[in-house]
């Protein structure tokens, strides 16, 4: 890289830098339009994500933790799952639920997809720029698949589609960056079925994970994730504490001291 083009990088980046901790799929994009492709013929029906749930089975553990040398030994059929995905986006005739499940599943599916692309690692982090900034140069940025004849990124999948059409903030328990402080990777794919029960248990899960989250009554040590998407936990009334109360074993206060807990950027494999 030129001298010049790394200047102008860094001038990107100041302002920022400025705006406080960069979280890995950091700050949302340009205002959402509704991802439903109404005049997909191929979308008339949602997708079965059955080959996913089998490769998930197969090659993530309790911990959420992945098999990353096992999907690349089933490449073939995951790829057939992507190609089933990248053609047959959301249709305006699919339920929230069913849109919401294929949105997550997607962007967790492509997670996978990339870490394979540059398989082996130490950090989702590792690819791309040294220098990155949010939403241009980031892994997350990178436009390196295709949903309804589109080119796509993780970015847009989260903050343009999931984020602001659907205002669930639970999806952040559901989305995994392919990292250890990331929520836990399910052994099952996301369904319109089982999809309220599941990001219900994410949440269980994640606040109860003592490496992610330690509750105190007056004292929290939490996941960045309740810094970085603040806005989306205070939505609606609710609050962080409300949020952290409502999965945790171990109650809050709501003035109870918090600060957040360094990220582990390290691979989730096995």
Request: net charge positive; hydrophobic share 35%.
């Amino acid at each position: 890289m030129k001298n010049s083009t790394k200047s102008l990088l860094l001038l990107l980046a100041v302002p920022l830098l400025a705006a406080g901790s960069l979280p890995r799929r950091a700050f949302p994009g340009p205002a959402a339009h509704p991802r439903t492709f109404r005049n997909s013929l191929a979308a008339s029906a949602p997708v079965d994500h059955s080959p996913y749930e089998r490769l998930l089975k197969k090659h993530v553990n309790g911990q959420g933790l992945v098999s990353y040398v096992g999907f690349k030994a089933d490449e073939k059929e995951f790829n057939q799952y992507l190609a089933l995905l990248s053609k047959n986006p959301p249709a305006a005739s699919w339920s929230k639920p069913e849109q919401m499940a294929y949105w997550i599943n997607a962007y967790n599916a492509y997670t996978i997809r990339l870490i394979l692309d540059h398989y082996p690692l130490q950090s989702i982090k590792d690819i791309g720029s040294k220098i990155q900034i949010p939403l241009v140069n980031t892994p997350w940025a990178a436009k390196f698949f295709s949903i309804g004849g589109e080119k796509m990124s993780l970015d847009h999948i989260e903050h343009n589609i999931l984020r602001k059409q659907y205002d669930d903030p639970r999806i952040h328990f559901a989305l995994v960056c392919a990292s250890i402080s990331c929520p836990r990777l399910r052994s099952e794919a996301y369904t319109a079925a089982r999809l309220d029960k599941q990001l219900d248990d994410q949440g269980r899960d994640f606040l109860n994970n003592k490496a992610k989250n330690k509750v105190g009554k007056t004292k929290s040590q939490l996941s960045k994730y309740f810094d970085w998407y603040k806005g989306d936990w205070e939505k609606n009334g609710q609050s962080v504490a409300k949020w952290v109360n409502r999965y945790s074993a171990i109650k809050m206060n709501d003035n109870a001291q918090i600060s957040y807990l360094d990220y582990n950027w390290n691979l989730n494999k096995q």
